[in-house]
C-alpha cells in the first residue's frame, strides 16, 4: 500500500464510490480501479446489483480476504418495472440486445436515491464519485454530498476522440453510403471512416438519456481512460484539449496484481478448470497457440462458429477456442459432437464453453497471437501482454480499435470484415468469414516471416511499456496517486471552509 496512508485510519482517506455499468467489459474494468485504488490507500464502495454481485462472488471473496477497503454494495435492480425480463441485471442478459439497452439504461437512473440514502447513513462519506458515463444520475449524487465526479470510459483515448468529434460535428448525419469513408474533421491526422465502420449509434440509448449523458460529462472534473500515455499520446492529448476536460490515463488497469488468482475470477467463475488449462498450455510450445474469443457480449451464429472451427482445424496450429453461443449453444454441441470435432483436434485444440480466465490465457508464453472482436478490454489485454492480434470487430467501437491496433499501432492484422452486425439480431444464416480465411489469417498471424516477426517484436515492446507504465513511479502508477492526491486537496479545502 501506499505508505502516505498506511497510519491513517479508514474514515479520514479519500473515500471513492465507483459506479460501473452492469456489462462485463465495463464492471471488470472498475474492479481492477477499485483493487488499484484501495492499493494505493483509498477506501471503496463498488455499486453493484445483487446478481451482479453474485456474478463476482469469488473476487469479493478476494477482496474480503485481502483485507482491501474495498465495500461492494448491492443495490436491488428493478428492471422488471420498466418491462425488462425477470433476472436482467446486467447488459449481456437482455435477450433481445441493443433493442432493449436504452430500458436497460432508464431502469439504472433508479439507483439514484437508494445510493443516496445507502451513503448518508453509512461512513466514511464520499469524496469523490467515479462513475461509468453511461450512468448521468450518479451526477445528482456528487453534488448531494458536494463531491466531484468523473467519469469512466471503457474505450481508449483515440476511440473516444473519434467519438467525440463525430457527435460535436454530426459527421454521419447527411451521409447516404453507409460504406462511403468519411473525414473525422479535427482529428490529428487524416482519418476517414464509414458510417458502418464506425458504429456509434451502439451508445446512443434513447435521446432523453443521450442528453442527460452530455450535460453530466459537462459537469465533470475529468475523465479517466484505461489506457497509458505512451500508448497513444497523440490521442489522449488531443482529447483533451477537445473535451477540455483532465484525461487520466490510468492503465492496462487488468495488470493490477500479480496474484493471478483474482485475476482468473475477474467478471465471472472461470467455466474451465485454471490448473487444467495452465498445464494444457504449459504442454505447448512458446507463442504456438492462438487464442479465440469474442469478449462477453458478441453471440456467434453457429454456422459461423463453425466456419471457425474448420478453419482452426485446418490451419494445424495449436488453439484454444472460446465458445459463446448463448441459446444457439446446444445446435454447436451437436455438431461438435456428430463432428467428432473435439477427437480429431484433441492433440491441440481446448474448447472452453462459457467463460474464460482470459488475462491468465494471454499471460502465458504459449500464446502467440489473440483473434479478437477489438473490444477495448480485450484489445489492452492483449497489448500489454504482448501478443499480436488478429482483428474482427463486430459492433460498437470495435472498428475503431481495429484502426488503432493493426493500422497505428501495427500489432494486429485484420480478417477482413466489413461492416457491423447488429448486436441482438444477428442473422443465422450470415457468414462473415469463411474457414479458408480463418486458416490463411491464422497461419499469417503466426508465421515467423518478416511481417509477423515484425508485429510480434512491436507487440513485445509494447507490452513491456505497459507493464512499465503500472510499475512504482511509471505513467499510470504517478496518474494514479495524482488523482488521488487532487481529491485529497479538495477534501482539505472542504474542510477549510467548514472551519471559517
Ligand atoms: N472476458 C473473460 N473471459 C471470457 C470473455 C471475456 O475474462 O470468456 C473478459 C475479457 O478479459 C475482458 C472483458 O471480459 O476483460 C470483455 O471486455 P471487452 O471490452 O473486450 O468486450 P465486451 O465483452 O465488452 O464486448
Avoid at 217 to 224: A, F, M, P
Avoid at 254 to 272: L, Q
Amino acid at each position: 500500500m501506499n505508505g502516505a496512508f498506511k497510519h491513517v485510519p479508514l474514515m479520514e482517506r479519500p473515500h471513492f464510490v465507483l459506479v460501473p455499468q452492469m456489462a462485463q467489459g465495463h464492471t471488470i474494468p472498475m474492479i481492477d480501479m477499485a483493487y488499484i485504488l484501495a492499493g494505493h490507500g483509498a477506501v471503496v464502495t463498488f455499486v453493484t446489483t445483487p446478481r451482479n454481485a453474485a456474478r463476482l462472488e469469488s473476487i469479493i471473496q478476494h477482496a474480503r480476504d485481502s483485507q482491501l477497503p474495498i465495500k461492494f454494495l448491492p443495490l436491488p435492480f428493478k428492471g422488471t418495472e420498466v418491462g425488462l425480463p425477470e433476472g436482467c441485471e446486467s447488459v449481456d442478459s437482455l435477450p433481445l440486445g441493443l433493442k432493449q439497452l436504452s430500458t436497460f439504461v432508464e431502469a439504472s437512473l433508479q439507483l439514484q436515491d437508494p445510493l443516496i440514502s445507502y451513503l448518508r447513513e453509512n461512513g466514511p462519506p464520499p469524496n469523490c464519485v467515479i462513475s461509468d458515463m453511461t450512468h448521468p444520475w450518479t451526477g445528482a449524487v456528487a453534488r448531494e454530498f458536494g463531491v466531484p465526479r468523473l467519469s469512466f470510459i471503457g474505450f481508449s483515448a483515440f476511440s473516444s476522440l473519434v467519438r467525440h468529434l463525430i457527435n460535436i460535428h454530426k459527421v454521419y448525419d447527411n451521409v447516404v453510403d453507409d460504406f462511403e469513408p468519411v473525414p473525422i474533421p479535427g482529428f490529428p491526422h487524416p482519418l476517414e471512416l464509414p458510417k458502418t465502420r464506425s458504429t456509434l449509434s451502439f451508445y446512443a440509448s434513447g435521446e432523453r438519456i443521450f442528453n442527460m449523458v452530455k450535460e453530466e460529462e459537462s459537469k465533470n472534473i475529468g475523465v479517466i481512460v484505461n489506457t497509458f500515455q505512451d500508448l497513444e499520446p497523440m490521442y489522449i492529448k488531443s482529447y483533451e484539449n477537445t473535451i477540455d476536460k483532465k484525461v487520466w490515463p490510468i492503465g492496462p488497469m487488468c495488470i493490477f496484481n500479480k496474484d493471478m488468482k483474482p485475476v482468473a475470477s475477474r467478471g465471472e467463475k472461470a467455466s474451465i478448470d485454471v490448473d487444467r488449462c495452465l498445464r494444457w498450455l504449459d504442454s505447448m510450445p512458446n507463442r504456438s497457440v492462438i487464442y479465440v474469443s469474442f469478449g462477453s457480449l458478441v453471440r456467434s451464429m453457429p454456422l459461423q462458429l463453425i466456419e471457425i472451427g474448420l478453419g482452426l482445424e485446418a490451419s494445424k496450429k495449436p488453439f484454444i477456442w472460446v465458445i459463446k453461443a448463448g441459446e444457439r449453444m446446444s445446435e454447436i454441441e451437436q455438431w461438435l459432437l456428430e463432428e467428432n470435432f473435439e477427437e480429431r483436434v484433441k492433440d491441440r485444440g481446448l474448447i472452453i464453453r462459457g467463460w474464460a480466465p482470459q488475462v491468465l490465457i494471454l499471460s502465458h508464453n504459449a500464446i502467440g497471437g489473440f483473434m479478437t472482436h477489438c473490444g477495448w478490454n480485450s484489445t489492452i489485454e492483449g497489448i500489454c501482454t504482448g501478443v499480436p492480434m488478429l482483428t474482427w470487430p463486430h459492433f460498437a467501437e470495435q472498428f475503431l480499435n481495429e484502426v488503432l491496433v493493426v493500422d497505428i499501432l501495427k500489432i494486429g492484422l485484420r480478417i477482413g470484415v466489413m461492416s457491423s452486425v447488429t448486436w441482438g439480431s444477428e442473422k443465422s444464416d450470415e457468414v462473415k468469414v469463411k474457414r479458408n480465411e480463418v486458416e490463411k489469417k491464422v497461419l499469417e498471424l503466426l508465421s515467423e516471416e518478416k511481417e509477423g516477426l515484425e508485429r510480434r517484436l512491436k507487440a513485445s515492446e509494447l507490452g513491456k511499456m505497459a507493464k512499465m507504465a503500472m510499475e512504482k513511479g511509471g505513467s499510470s502508477y504517478n496518474n494514479i496517486e495524482f488523482l488521488i492526491h487532487e481529491i485529497q486537496e479538495r477534501m482539505q479545502g472542504n474542510k477549510d471552509k467548514v472551519q471559517t
